[in-house]
């Protein structure tokens, strides 16, 4: 195959010195190549290609026409083109050949659609190369050049940092300024900035350099377009935004206390009607969220409003992805403490209740998760909400959600959660009504330690506030002997065997539970916990031994 490129490189001076129309020397130029590699060739296709390409031909400029038929022929050109020692040829062009420097940019471009052909270009030095070329005022100069650094330097972090050290990103982002109306540049540039954003470091030189002003520039400009191309612009600039804020540091510089230009525009994405810009409004929230400061900063300026509204448009037949953004971010905003209280005074708990319909698992998953994390230390929203029977008869439900792990578990959380948090006979009453305890006792053996201890701590609460109307539910479900393998269990944590002598020494107040403890022999283990190497352990199957030998009156036990 070298030697055969090699043919074809001498006949080059031979079509350099033809008179004939730009028309005619690119079609035999083509039917040459195509009897040399045996292949067929469109010239027709390279007669579109190069129509507009009349004058006189230099050497360079046949070469780069012959490189091109290759890759239009195939990649089957890859090791032929690396063998034949033409990348450095390519980068002489690119830095001393102006009349041909965008030819070159656009077939570098071509080969780097190779995964093969990148290492060679990346070896003749042809990216550094191309950087001083994003300073030219030709558009299809810039469009090109900007294609093959984009192709180049994907997912190469090493490369990507000498461009930045370059200056590449202020080029790329003067190019989206100086010109908003070129749809390919805007979006090359787009995909060349996702690729340098994929690096937390160069993350904040981009927001340094004020990419993110001119990402909302290109939001604001086209949003009302329907335009397939346009609509291609506003996903990647949300993209590249979504992408920004998952570093700490740009995240911050660009919430600014709130006075950031992003989260400006946060307000007016989120009411709009175009459902990327309402799920990069709702994703920007989530990101921003990710302290307490910015958290009580952004319920202070009023966003959980907002983001009620946004998911009251999408409950039925809604964007799954924007209802899931959306309950990311009122999830993420509950954490502090400080703003439980006002987004519960905000009606967040009863809003977001009208999801419970949805039959979509992901947004299935944030509600129970955003519902768990707002009752959390809030006794009267617990209780208020552990007796509403929409939702308990639900959660019951998507406790047996077989396809979808996670909403099941979440689902049991939070049916623990509501008994752990209000402390409330009425709860207890609602979830042994709605058949729920027996999903608490088989969440005392998940395979997550915290989900385990959250169902051992519901359920002795729920037995030392009202044991009586659980009781017969905690046999059926043989909680007792569940209890006693976790105790056996050497593997079981000493947290674990903790919080089960504790919901044990609760059941033992019940005579038939405490029949089902005598007779499982759960003594002698509690005997052995006695030399436990944990002191707590040690000191919980002390306290439980002794209450199970107690024999008196005073003892508390009672009969069923």
């Not at 028309?23 to 290609?49: A, V």
Request: aromatic letters at 4%; proline letters at 2%; charged letters at 20%.
């Amino acid at each position: 195959m070298s030697d055969t490129f090699s043919k074809v490189l001498k006949h080059l001076p031979d079509f350099e010195q033809m008179n004939s129309s730009s028309d005619c020397i690119c079609l035999k130029l083509g039917r040459r190549l195509s009897t040399l590699l045996n292949q067929d060739l469109d010239s027709k296709h390279c007669l579109d290609l190069y129509r507009n390409h009349e004058g006189k031909y230099s050497k360079s400029n046949s070469l780069l026409l012959l490189l091109t038929f290759f890759i239009i022929a195939g990649q089957r050109s890859s090791s032929l083109l690396t063998d034949t020692g033409i990348f450095p040829t390519l980068a002489q062009i690119l830095k001393g050949n102006p009349r041909c420097a965008i030819k070159a940019a656009q077939v570098i471009a071509e080969i780097a659609k190779n995964e093969e052909m990148k290492k060679p270009c990346i070896d003749a030095g042809l990216v550094l190369a191309l950087v001083p070329l994003l300073e030219s005022t030709d558009q299809e100069m810039l469009l090109h050049a900007g294609r093959a650094i984009g192709r180049i330097c994907y997912e190469n972090s090493d490369l990507q940092e000498q461009l930045v050290e370059a200056g590449v990103i202020t080029s790329l982002v003067r190019i989206l300024t100086d010109y908003p109306d070129s749809e390919p540049l805007v979006h090359v540039n787009l995909l060349a900035l996702c690729n340098l954003a994929n690096l937390d470091a160069l993350k904040v030189q981009m927001v340094e350099a004020g990419v993110h002003e001119a990402l909302s520039e290109i939001l604001l400009r086209l949003q009302g377009s329907s335009q397939a191309e346009d609509m291609c612009s506003v996903k990647a600039a949300s993209n590249l935004i979504v992408s920004l804020l998952l570093g700490d540091e740009s995240m911050q510089k660009m919430f600014a206390n709130g006075c950031g230009i992003i989260y400006q525009k946060v307000g007016t994405w989120l009411a709009s009607n175009h459902p990327q810009l309402q799920l990069t409004g709702a994703l920007a929230v989530a990101n921003f969220a990710r302290n307490d400061g910015n958290c009580v900063r952004m319920v202070q300026l009023g966003v959980v409003l907002q983001l009620l509204d946004l998911l009251e448009q999408h409950v039925d037949n809604g964007d799954v992805s924007v209802q899931h953004a959306a309950l990311s971010a009122l999830r993420n905003l509950a954490i502090p403490v400080a703003n439980k209280v006002q987004m519960l005074e905000e009606g967040v708990a009863e809003r977001i209740q009208m999801l419970l319909r949805s039959e979509m698992a992901p947004v299935q998953f944030k509600l129970l998760g955003t519902l768990r994390m707002l009752i959390d230390g809030q006794a009267d929203t617990a209780e208020m909400l552990g007796q509403d029977p929409l939702l308990i008869n639900r959660l019951v439900q998507w406790c047996n959600a077989q396809e979808h792990a996670g909403v099941r578990g979440e689902a049991n959380r939070l049916l623990a959660s509501l008994l752990r948090h209000s402390r409330s006979q009425e709860v207890v009453k609602a979830i042994q009504q709605a058949q729920g305890v027996k999903h608490l006792v088989s969440m005392t053996t998940s395979e997550h330690v915290i989900m385990q201890n959250e169902a051992l701590i519901a359920l002795a609460i729920a037995s030392a506030i009202h044991l009586e109307v659980i009781k017969d539910s905690l046999k059926e479900s043989r909680l007792v002997q569940s209890l006693h393998k976790l105790l056996q269990d050497e593997c079981t944590g000493p947290e674990v065997k903790y919080n089960s002598m504790g919901l044990l020494c609760s059941l033992l107040n019940s005579g038939d539970l405490k029949q089902e403890v005598e007779e499982d022999n759960i003594k002698e283990t509690l005997e052995k916990l006695c030399s436990h190497s944990n002191a707590n352990v040690v000191k919980q199957a002390v306290m439980t031994l002794q209450i199970l030998r107690d024999e008196s009156q005073n003892t508390g036990f009672v009969s069923p």
